[in-house]
């Protein structure tokens, strides 16, 4: 069916800690994000994103507003929403260095080699370390861009 009359519910925001409350830690892995979904996280804002693909949906988004000096972000666990934070804005200089989104127990952190093709709207390849507090720690290569530069 092209077109279901009925969507199923965006999914719920949890803590990080109720995200991952599993008996299997090791196959945790951030799950792919609708566009619904980081909209109800983040609102309309200019966003950044890590994808595990060029194409994929984005595993990370990023919020860029013009409030205040950190950024919000989202990811997505067993189904279930995840709000991190930071106290630094997405931006070249920060990505270069690593940019650090944190929720109570868990740590997403992107870094990348070439952040200055990010502020001329470009996609650049990146690495993704996500890291929790109940003893994992992976990580992954993928792909990181803006909306707006």
Same mark, same amino acid.
């Given at each position: 069916?092209?077109?279901?009359?009925?969507?199923?519910?965006?999914?719920?925001?949890?803590?990080?800690?109720?995200?991952? =409350? *599993?008996?299997?830690?090791?196959?945790?892995?951030?799950?792919?994000?609708?566009?619904? !979904? +980081?909209?109800?996280? @983040?609102?309309?804002?200019?966003?950044?994103?890590?994808?595990?693909?060029? !194409? *994929?949906?984005? +595993?990370?988004?990023?919020?860029?507003?013009?409030?205040?000096?950190?950024?919000?972000?989202?990811?997505?666990?067993?189904?279930? @929403?995840?709000?991190?934070?930071?106290?630094?804005?997405? =931006? $070249?200089?920060?990505?270069?260095?690593? @940019? =650090?989104?944190?929720?109570?127990?868990?740590?997403?952190?992107?870094?990348?080699?070439?952040? !200055?093709?990010?502020?001329?709207?470009?996609?650049?390849?990146? !690495?993704?370390?996500?890291?929790?507090?109940?003893? @994992?720690?992976?990580? $992954?290569?993928?792909?990181?861009?803006?909306?707006?530069?």
């Amino acid at each position: 069916m092209e077109n279901p009359m009925m969507q199923k519910p965006l999914p719920e925001l949890a803590s990080a800690q109720d995200a991952v =409350s *599993s008996p299997d830690i090791p196959t945790i892995d951030p799950q792919t994000l609708q566009t619904a !979904e +980081i909209v109800k996280v @983040l609102g309309n804002v200019p966003q950044c994103a890590f994808r595990y693909t060029a !194409e *994929s949906p984005p +595993i990370l988004a990023i919020g860029d507003s013009d409030q205040g000096v950190g950024s919000q972000a989202v990811t997505k666990i067993h189904g279930r @929403l995840v709000q991190l934070s930071s106290d630094r804005k997405p =931006s $070249y200089e920060s990505l270069q260095e690593g @940019l =650090s989104f944190t929720a109570d127990g868990m740590t997403m952190r992107m870094v990348s080699d070439e952040p !200055e093709k990010v502020k001329s709207g470009k996609q650049v390849t990146a !690495e993704l370390h996500f890291s929790l507090q109940q003893g @994992l720690n992976v990580g $992954y290569l993928g792909w990181y861009e803006c909306d707006a530069p």
